[in-house]
């Protein structure tokens, strides 16, 4: 089984920052079939990229993912007060143990 | 708009059971795998159960020969049976629509709002 670790654990930067998060997998992710979710307080997690890459519906653009293998990053490349929430990497049954992005 | 909407949480003694539903609607429910996913108290996601199509039912570690997944397409409803309650099942459970990929492996593209299950005496 897969275990995925993500780093850092906690990101403190300001709106309008870039942030780059990132998640690595203890072995090669097939066919970098890799996804993240987005969590704020108090509400069910939400689909921002799968296939490692991929927007889901709705997602801005300013979310992109990249990666592949065993190393993945969740880029935000402007910072809006929305997007301070927990980010969780996601391979078949297993999540990331998340990182939250705290305002500075 | 797909809708997930759990229920069915409560408070709940050590060694008792819940009946958690989830209720689904804005797209062909009997068309999706579906699954449960449970996040502790301040904790991270933790994989619980799914079920693939309507006959292949998978379980964590954790919770197999205690928990049962169902669903009713007629109802379009999931269910989570849970017996044998643990003070380490305590958590926001949530229901998720699974997404495949090509190979077989999958992604989570609808969530719902989660129910709280809280075991204790």
């Known amino acids: 089984e897969i275990v995925l670790t993500q780093s850092p654990g906690t990101l403190s930067l300001s709106p309008g920052e870039r942030a780059t998060l990132s998640c690595r997998a203890s072995?090669?992710?097939?066919?970098?079939?890799l996804a993240w979710y987005q969590q704020k307080p108090g509400q069910a997690p939400r689909l921002l990229i799968y296939?490692?890459?991929s927007r889901a519906t709705g997602i801005p653009d300013r979310f992109s993912g990249s990666g592949s293998g065993t190393d993945f990053t969740l880029t935000i490349s402007r910072l809006e007060p929305e997007d301070f929430a927990v980010y969780y990497c996601?391979?078949?049954?297993?999540f990331g143990q998340g990182t939250k992005v705290e305002i500075k | 708009e797909v809708q997930l909407v759990e229920s069915g949480g409560g408070l709940v003694k050590p060694g008792g059971s819940l009946r958690l539903s989830c209720a689904a609607s804005?797209?062909?429910?009997?068309?999706?795998?579906m699954l449960w996913v449970r996040q502790a108290p301040g904790k991270g996601l933790e994989w619980v159960s799914s079920?693939?199509?309507?006959?292949?039912?998978y379980y964590s570690d954790s919770v197999k020969g205690r928990f049962t997944i169902s669903r009713d397409n007629s109802q379009n409803s999931l269910y989570l049976q849970m017996n044998s309650l643990r003070a380490e099942d305590t958590a926001v459970y949530y229901c998720?629509?699974?997404?495949?990929?090509?190979?077989?492996?999958?992604?989570?593209?609808?969530w719902g709002q989660g129910t709280l299950v809280t075991v204790s005496s």
């Open positions: 998720a629509r699974v997404h495949f990929y090509p190979s077989g492996t999958h992604y989570l593209d609808y």
């Open positions: 804005g797209f062909t429910f009997s068309s999706f795998s």
């Open positions: 079920i693939v199509g309507s006959d292949n039912m």
């Open positions: 072995q090669s992710v097939s066919n970098n079939y």
């Open positions: 296939g490692a890459s």
């Open positions: 996601q391979h078949h049954d297993t």
